[in-house]
Every structure is written in C-alpha cells, then in structure tokens.
C-alpha cells in the first residue's frame, strides 16, 4: 500500500505538504503497530470552527429553550448577555462565567440524555452558510483519518471542546471511539434511584483545566497513556502538543492547518497563545518544523460531501 | 461462532458458572458492537493479589533500591517500618502517608523511564510460590478476554491500582491498550529540556481520588465514556462497577470472584465496603443477581502457563 497512489488523499493538491505528509505515511511502516499514533484538535482542524464553535451553538440552542420553556423567570445576566448576541456584554461577563452559566443547564443530566440532546441538535442544525452542521467537517482530514487507519494508526482527537460533547459525534463523525477523545471534562455524580441502582448525574464543575496549551500534553498522557508521533492543530492551544509529536525519536509529523481561504472557508490567522505571546502560530510553526497546511493552496476540497456519514 | 464450542473458556468447568457466561455471550451477539463493552478489575481478578499487591513489590523492590542507592541518608518512618516488614507500624502510619512516601521515589521520571522500571521488574520478579510474577494471571479469565475479543467486545481494566503501572503490562498481559486503562492517577508537569523540547515529568500527587467504589463508575464515564454490559471484580470496591453493568437494559453479566480455593491460591473473604458496610461481597452479589465464580469449583486449571506472553 503506497501514499503514492493517486486514490489516497484524494483531496490533497500534488505539493509540498502533500509529499511531506506521504513522505511521513511511508516512513511510519516500519514504527511498531503500538506507537502508531496521531492526535487530532477538532475545531478548525478537523471541522470548521467559524463563524461560531459548533458546541457554542449547541449551547446558545438550548439556551433557548430553556427560556422558552421558562418564559417568566428572571434571566441571568449570563444569558441575557448571550441571546442578544450582545459581544462586548458576553466579553465585560468573562467567559469563565458565560461557561459555568451554560454548563448549569446540562447540570443533573444522564450522560445518555446529554448524548441524546447533542445529537437531536446535530441532526438538523445548519452553518450559517446553509450547511448541515453535521457536514462542516474537512474532507481531505476526513482521507488522512482514513488512511492512518488503514496503516493501523490508533487514532484519537484532544479537543479544547467539552469531551462529552465531541463523544457524542466521534463515532458517526470520524469513527473514533469515545475513549479515544479527550476534552475538558465536567465532573459526574453517583447517585442512585427508588430502585437504589446507580445512576450518573451530570454536575456542572469542571474537572481539571480546560484542555488548552501544555494541558494538552499532559492530559494525553493521564488519560490516554499514549505519545503521539503525528499530531494536528490550528492555533496556540495545540502548540505544546505539536511539539510533543515533534520531540518523538523516529518519524513525525506536526500539522497545522492555515485558515487563509477566505473564499471557500474563513480567513484568519490564529497567535501562539491567547494569554502572553502574540507571534502567529504559524511563524511559531515555520520556526519549529512543522507541515503548513494551506487551506487555499493544499486542499482541492475543503467540506466533505453533504450526505456522508462516517459510518 | 457459538460459545458451547469446548474449546472455548477451556479453564472453565461445566456448571451453571460457566452456563451464565456463555448464555451472556450469546445474548450479546444482539447488542450493537458499540455497546459490547466489558471492564475487569485487575488486582484478585485478573491476576493474584495474595500474599501481596504486585504494585506493592515493585515499591519495595524500587525502595531498596532506593535505600542502597542512599545508605548513609536517614530513612523517613514510612521506609524503615516498609522494610523491616513491620506490618503494625505500616498501619499505624497509615495507607494515605505510605502511598505518599512511596510515590515520592517516582518523583521526577519521565513517562518512558517509569514505564522501563515497571518493565524490567516485571521481567524478574517472583511470587513467592516461585512462579514468575507475570505468569500470576488466571488462564480463565484469559480466555474470557480472548473469546470477548473474538465477538468484537471493546475491553478496558478499572483497576484501583495505579493507571501507569498497569498499562505498563496491560499490552503485554492482556492486549488490552493503555487508553482503555483506568486507574489511580498521579498528575504530570509539562516542563521543558536545555533545548526547549517538551518533557513531561511525574509528579507525587493523586489527580481526582483513588479509583475504587463509585470513583470507578464516575471515572469510566469521564475517561472511558462508555458503560458496561459486563463488569467483573472481586471486593468491595467493584461493588459500584458491577452494579453499572447490571443496570443497563438488555443482556448484561457481572462476575464476582470468590477466592475460596487455598489449595491452588488463597482462600479470603472480601466485605462489601473496607469503611462503612460489613456485609461480605458474596453475599452482597448474591442478592443482586451477580454470576458468582468459585475458583475451586468453576476453574479447572488457576493460573496461566509460565511462559505465555499475551502477544
């Protein structure tokens, strides 16, 4: 099975980063099946993250309901903030308080039941651009998650999203496995019913940091137990774990996807961090080595086909 | 393929233990491959746990180590009373300041330098009945895992042992893959090396709280994220685990192993709760429909054969 072959990557334009990334497929025949492994962000790299995250869209969702539901009471300031699309209102809050707010609505929940409202929403909700939400994910990484199958990569993706929101489409989305998805968790409750059986309340604290930067690497290691030798980013949050990838003896890859089509995406440019650095992150990346991914000029499709569930 | 085949679960004597298993299987053959998921505790079920924990030994082992590596340093009262064997003194201390002491010796390694110091022991060590430590797993129970991976059953280990020492031989063992082990977790530090490259570096303290008793249920659903139709275990702190499994609609086993054979192994009764219930775990399965496995009875043959790598 060769990398060459004009079927594979599909999607990706003949090219520098596509030779790299062939270069890497053919390169990784000969690591041992147990290290063959690559770690994927979601958002903005494996699906679109404009004009707003999918989950924040999941939220603001039932947000409205749940004030429909409860048309009389008294709005928090969080909310009231959020449905009127009132920005600086949302930025003055903070979005440490914006998030506890839109957590609390979930608070109580089985994670059945959480599941079930995530993929309710995901069934029919639509990008601005008319698109079902559901197909806003990137063909030619939908072909590279293919393909690192093929060649018995385990693949998992490290999200700074909620886990238990990217597990509820991992498996239909990327045929990845909800134990291979790692997020920023919020904590569950044990309880048990009349019948004192045991059943699982969602609480709305969060467990750890927020799956973000160097939190990345480490919680890879404590829930996963596994080092990447490719890894996929789009911005500052996915630095510490590129360069985990990156500091791997043997092949590796480092991939970061470049929003500069305006036409068929989005353009922007993402910095290192958030919090102290403000060089590019793809400056950062050019510096360390890493494959550049040019939406406009590597990719020949960036959506997949509307109707085409993973599985 | 069909579970009464007598090559299959060969260790396991004919009877109504051995009867519930296979009826399980076969009734799992209707459960969706997403849902077939089995988790085992590891220490008393998978393998012996008697005279004493296999982490334990690899502590001591490290410890005196530790002691002749440092011969003219004073040792903290956690160390002398481990060494001298000083089985009061240990309780006195108590199992919170021992495991701490104990942690410390790890302080500092890299992932990849604990897993080599847990390999190469386990390569060595004995039991004290003289059998290789790595051969005190139980060839039933092998066989289960082999015949659940054959009907495409996803396994994890829900262990109270500590998560990076049981994936350090979960592969070898079990086949069993780090990412589908769940244990007690020490955190790690994202530092750097002289050339800015990552390194991750093990810390002494516990993320979250020991995994045992409702900690094993909230923790497969925030780092598993998928629940149970079998579970197995042998104490109380499986007690919740198996209750999970039991609670789920449509087919669902949970195996108690009852150590009651001290000719082939040992003969001790676990209570449903080291703190507050008395109740001994076999009573507790009983009244709760568990499948209760004796070892004299339901196993013709304990341990696996000493030379048996899993893979």
């Excluded at 090219?15 to 492994?37: C, E, H, I, K, S």
């Excluded at 019948?195 to 290691?221: F, Y």
């Excluded at 500091?247 to 958030?274: F, K, M, N, V, W």
Aim: negative net charge; contains cysteine; charged residues 25%.
């Amino acid at each position: 099975m060769s990398a060459t072959n004009p079927e594979v990557l599909a999607s990706w334009r003949p090219g520098a980063v596509r030779d790299a990334v062939t270069a890497f497929l053919d390169a990784a025949q000969d690591v041992p099946v147990v290290d063959r492994v690559a770690f994927f962000d979601n958002d903005g790299t494996l699906w679109c993250e404009r004009p707003s995250y999918v989950q924040l869209d999941f939220f603001i969702d039932a947000l409205r309901r749940h004030v429909a539901d409860n048309p009389s009471a008294d709005q928090p300031a969080e909310f009231t903030a959020l449905l009127s699309g009132d920005n600086a209102a949302v930025a003055a809050i903070g979005l440490e308080r914006i998030g506890a707010a839109l957590a609390g609505l979930f608070n109580g929940l089985t994670p059945q039941d959480f599941t079930a409202q995530v993929r309710t929403f995901m069934a029919t909700a639509t990008h601005p651009s008319g698109r079902p939400l559901r197909s806003v994910t990137y063909q030619p990484m939908l072909e590279l998650l293919d393909e690192l199958r093929r060649r018995d990569f385990t693949i998992g993706i490290v999200t700074g999203g909620g886990t238990e929101f990217v597990r509820a489409i991992s498996d239909d989305l990327y045929a990845v496995a909800a134990e291979l998805v790692v997020g920023t968790l919020i904590d569950y409750e044990f309880t048990r019913d009349e019948q004192d059986r045991p059943v699982l309340r969602r609480t709305s604290t969060m467990l750890g940091h927020a799956n973000e930067g160097p939190a990345k690497v480490t919680n890879i290691q404590t829930q996963l137990g596994r080092r990447p030798i490719l890894a996929a980013g789009n911005s500052g949050g996915d630095r510490e774990m590129l360069e985990w990838a990156m500091a791997t003896e043997g092949p590796s890859l480092a991939l970061l996807i470049d929003h500069d089509d305006a036409e068929r995406e989005y353009q922007y440019a993402s910095t290192a961090a958030s919090f102290a650095e403000i060089e590019p992150i793809t400056d950062v990346g050019t510096r360390l080595g890493w494959t550049i991914v040019s939406m406009a000029r590597d990719w020949d499709a960036v959506f997949a086909p509307q109707s085409s569930p993973r599985k």
